[in-house]
């Protein structure tokens, strides 16, 4: 908690800081990569996983993971998908134009816990883009993680976001990556099927393995079971989950999941943690 | 502690005392019922209540309240807009300062809320024990019968005068330069006791028929109970339940902007659960798309969850949300005695 009030205004918790774009880039047709600056220098110091709360003044503020590893300096990056209106305001934006950042807020991926363990990335959709902190984070600090295979599905092959950094991925020998798409067209060579097929192929070590899982809400309830069927205990399966987080202080009662805060105790739960809670999957 | 007497006249002239030099906001009766609003005569002011329409969380936590105010051109600025003008609260009943004293927790626990924890400290609280209740009240079912603190001074109408307790330094302040009261005799000290018991009894004739500590756990075991389902089809996803709680504090917030883009505001309004698009996000999702999802979130909200926050559950027995629901279903105690297996005691 007092990290969080450390990065908020002493007047008030809902004073945004300010932050430039510095860099826009079209990631498919609905979403960009926003890459973007703190006025004030001062990092952002977020932990893969958490959220910020994105403002364009005059049209509101959501709820936005952050998709770059923590960094040194003020820069940041998100990739937003134009959905609502705060989104669609902001994929007007151009290079020099200022938002309001709130943040970051929640908890965060098991950087520290997966120290030591395999990890098995499951990206769904733009599920890819909050894991993608932990992901860079982890290729950063290769040495101290365990085997590392990164599972990406989506809808089609235009859908894919990150593509060049997915062939890198595709290509890179310390990690194992594997991806399909729902429905393929004429362009897409690789597998087609959702991305429970690709379960098929894992070999993993169940007992050294933590699986993170971020996707829409109905891929969880599949890959679950998935992950269990490879030996996985509930504590060792993390997700993400999506829910109306406004104020992002556990106030205003819209991420309310039973007693569960999402922007305070989540938006990562384990399993365990989560599967007898009503209206969590 | 000590306690004081003041005669009815004498507390007239508190009260006028009290108009002349400070900001005043009080129960009134409009028609046949009682709302809170500024004082202007002694003679407005009416504590013989049951209970007021909308609770007195609206002086802390308003309807509709500037959180910032921005420009956008020449330049980016925002500025919070905190209100903290003083003022007298008189008037509140002791389940409405048990919510009082709820709210104050859920707002400053955590990151602390400025907005409403500044117009929270510049209010000086001067609450009454009841002389009426509710048709669907059960205050004193909830433990919300007698209050030990929450308020600067506490009135119990003795019939010729008024006991009162001192709640604060700053409430005895005011007490002994605005009234003139003196020491209460023993007599005097039974008589306010025996008062503020008879009405907390006669509460008792109408409401749970168990004690309410057991309902958190009652609800542990609810989540398929049909009664959900049952009440739920009659609701009307209006929110009324929610706009007229004491303890319901959750809002949405959004901005007001100029036309020509320049400045604007950023505001917060009540919101809540019972409310369709409450857990919607921008993608369509809803994630308490059905009526029986959020109706049983209310009840579980504030029996369960909260209860595990704040260590006492978030009804304190007003009946406001059953007075005020068109299809009659909020009523916490009938849902709470249905749990409970009763079918007994007719409410309402």
């Given at each position: 908690?007092?990290?969080?009030?450390?990065?908020?205004?002493?007047?008030?918790?809902?004073?945004?800081?300010?932050?430039?774009?510095?860099?826009?880039?079209?990631?498919?047709?609905?979403?960009?990569?926003?890459?973007?600056?703190?006025?004030?220098?001062?990092?952002?110091?977020?932990?893969?996983?958490?959220?910020?709360?994105?403002?364009?003044?005059?049209?509101?503020?959501?709820?936005?993971?952050?998709?770059?590893?923590?960094?040194?300096?003020?820069?940041?990056e998100l990739a937003i998908r134009r959905t609502g209106n705060?989104?669609?305001?902001?994929?007007?934006?151009?290079?020099?134009?200022?938002?309001?950042?709130?943040?970051?807020?929640?908890?965060?991926?098991?950087?520290?816990?997966?120290?030591?363990?395999?990890?098995?990335?499951?990206?769904?959709?733009?599920?890819?883009?909050?894991?993608?902190?932990?992901?860079?984070?982890?290729?950063?600090?290769?040495?101290?993680?365990?085997?590392?295979?990164?599972?990406?599905?989506?809808?089609?092959?235009?859908?894919?976001?990150?593509?060049?950094?997915?062939?890198?991925?595709?290509?890179?020998?310390?990690?194992?990556?594997?991806?399909?798409?729902?429905?393929?067209?004429?362009?897409?060579?690789?597998?087609?099927?959702?991305?429970?097929?690709?379960?098929?192929?894992?070999?993993?070590?169940?007992?050294?393995?933590?699986?993170?899982?971020?996707?829409?809400?109905?891929?969880?309830?599949?890959?679950?079971?998935?992950?269990?069927?490879?030996g996985l205990s509930d504590g060792q399966i993390f997700l993400?989950?999506?829910?109306?987080?406004?104020?992002?202080?556990?106030?205003?009662?819209?991420?309310?999941?039973?007693?569960?805060?999402?922007?305070?105790?989540?938006?990562?739960?384990?399993?365990?943690?989560?599967?007898?809670?009503?209206?969590?999957? | 502690?000590?306690?004081?007497?003041?005669?009815?006249?004498?507390?007239?002239?508190?009260?006028?005392?009290?108009?002349?030099?400070?900001?005043?906001?009080?129960?009134?009766?409009?028609?046949?019922?009682?709302?809170?609003?500024?004082?202007?005569?002694?003679?407005?002011?009416?504590?013989?209540?049951?209970?007021?329409?909308?609770?007195?969380?609206?002086?802390?936590?308003?309807?509709?309240?500037?959180?910032?105010?921005?420009?956008?051109?020449?330049?980016?600025?925002?500025?919070?807009?905190?209100?903290?003008?003083?003022?007298?609260?008189?008037?509140?009943?002791?389940?409405?300062?048990?919510?009082?004293?709820?709210?104050?927790?859920?707002?400053?626990?955590?990151?602390?809320?400025?907005?409403?924890?500044?117009?929270?400290?510049?209010?000086?609280?001067?609450?009454?024990?009841?002389?009426?209740?509710?048709?669907?009240?059960?205050?004193?079912?909830?433990?919300?019968?007698?209050?030990?603190?929450?308020?600067?001074?506490?009135?119990?109408?003795?019939?010729?005068?008024?006991?009162?307790?001192?709640?604060?330094?700053?409430?005895?302040?005011?007490?002994?330069?605005?009234?003139?009261?003196?020491?209460?005799?023993?007599?005097?000290?039974?008589?306010?006791?025996?008062?503020?018991?008879?009405?907390?009894?006669?509460?008792?004739?109408?409401?749970?028929?168990?004690?309410?500590?057991?309902?958190?756990?009652?609800?542990?075991?609810?989540?398929?109970?049909?009664?959900?389902?049952?009440?739920?089809?009659?609701?009307?996803?209006?929110?009324?339940?929610?706009?007229?709680?004491?303890?319901?504090?959750?809002?949405?917030?959004?901005?007001?902007?100029?036309?020509?883009?320049?400045?604007?505001?950023?505001?917060?309004?009540?919101?809540?659960?019972?409310?369709?698009?409450?857990?919607?996000?921008?993608?369509?999702?809803?994630?308490?798309?059905?009526?029986?999802?959020?109706?049983?979130?209310?009840?579980?909200?504030?029996?369960?969850?909260?209860?595990?926050?704040?260590?006492?559950?978030?009804?304190?027995?007003?009946?406001?949300?059953?007075?005020?629901?068109?299809?009659?279903?909020?009523?916490?105690?009938?849902?709470?005695?249905?749990?409970?297996?009763?079918?007994?005691?007719?409410?309402?």
């Amino acid at each position: 908690m007092s990290r969080v009030m450390q990065s908020l205004s002493e007047d008030s918790p809902y004073v945004p800081r300010w932050a430039e774009i510095s860099r826009i880039e079209d990631l498919t047709e609905n979403e960009k990569l926003f890459a973007m600056r703190l006025l004030n220098g001062v990092p952002l110091c977020q932990m893969p996983g958490q959220f910020i709360e994105l403002s364009v003044m005059g049209i509101g503020e959501a709820p936005i993971s952050v998709s770059s590893a923590p960094r040194d300096d003020a820069s940041f990056e998100l990739a937003i998908r134009r959905t609502g209106n705060l989104t669609t305001a902001v994929h007007g934006l151009r290079v020099g134009d200022r938002v309001g950042i709130r943040g970051p807020f929640g908890n965060h991926f098991p950087v520290e816990e997966g120290k030591g363990k395999d990890l098995l990335f499951v990206a769904g959709g733009i599920g890819l883009v909050p894991l993608r902190s932990f992901i860079h984070f982890v290729l950063e600090h290769r040495w101290q993680y365990g085997e590392v295979t990164i599972l990406f599905g989506a809808r089609n092959p235009s859908e894919r976001l990150f593509v060049d950094e997915l062939e890198n991925w595709r290509l890179r020998k310390d990690i194992k990556y594997l991806d399909t798409v729902d429905r393929a067209d004429p362009s897409w060579k690789g597998n087609e099927g959702v991305i429970t097929t690709l379960f098929q192929e894992l070999k993993i070590n169940p007992q050294k393995t933590f699986c993170i899982v971020v996707g829409p809400p109905v891929m969880y309830r599949f890959v679950i079971l998935e992950a269990k069927a490879l030996g996985l205990s509930d504590g060792q399966i993390f997700l993400s989950l999506e829910r109306r987080m406004k104020c992002g202080i556990g106030k205003c009662g819209h991420c309310q999941m039973n007693h569960i805060y999402v922007c305070q105790d989540g938006p990562v739960f384990t399993y365990e943690e989560i599967f007898d809670v009503e209206e969590a999957l | 502690m000590d306690l004081r007497i003041i005669s009815k006249p004498d507390h007239d002239s508190f009260v006028q005392n009290l108009i002349l030099n400070f900001h005043v906001e009080g129960v009134k009766r409009k028609g046949g019922s009682f709302l809170y609003d500024m004082i202007r005569t002694p003679q407005e002011l009416s504590l013989d209540f049951d209970c007021t329409l909308i609770p007195p969380k609206k002086y802390f936590f308003p309807p509709k309240e500037t959180l910032l105010r921005f420009t956008t051109a020449p330049s980016m600025k925002v500025t919070p807009v905190i209100e903290e003008t003083p003022f007298i609260l008189f008037g509140v009943h002791p389940y409405d300062i048990k919510a009082i004293k709820q709210m104050d927790q859920v707002f400053s626990r955590g990151v602390p809320d400025p907005h409403y924890l500044k117009r929270r400290e510049a209010a000086l609280l001067i609450g009454v024990y009841p002389t009426r209740i509710a048709p669907r009240a059960f205050w004193a079912d909830m433990d919300a019968d007698m209050v030990s603190e929450g308020f600067d001074l506490m009135l119990t109408d003795i019939e010729e005068s008024f006991a009162v307790e001192i709640g604060s330094e700053k409430g005895e302040a005011l007490l002994s330069r605005y009234g003139k009261t003196r020491q209460a005799t023993a007599a005097e000290h039974q008589e306010m006791v025996i008062m503020q018991t008879v009405i907390s009894e006669l509460c008792k004739e109408n409401g749970l028929n168990f004690p309410k500590n057991e309902i958190p756990g009652l609800l542990e075991n609810a989540n398929d109970n049909p009664i959900w389902e049952e009440k739920a089809s009659k609701c009307l996803s209006c929110g009324t339940c929610i706009m007229v709680c004491p303890t319901c504090y959750c809002f949405d917030v959004w901005d007001d902007v100029a036309l020509d883009l320049s400045h604007g505001e950023r505001l917060r309004r009540w919101d809540g659960c019972l409310l369709q698009d409450f857990a919607k996000v921008a993608s369509g999702e809803n994630f308490r798309e059905r009526k029986t999802s959020r109706y049983r979130h209310r009840f579980f909200k504030k029996g369960l969850y909260l209860f595990r926050v704040l260590d006492d559950i978030a009804c304190v027995g007003c009946g406001r949300c059953s007075t005020g629901c068109l299809p009659d279903i909020a009523d916490p105690a009938d849902v709470f005695n249905r749990l409970h297996g009763d079918t007994g005691k007719e409410r309402g």
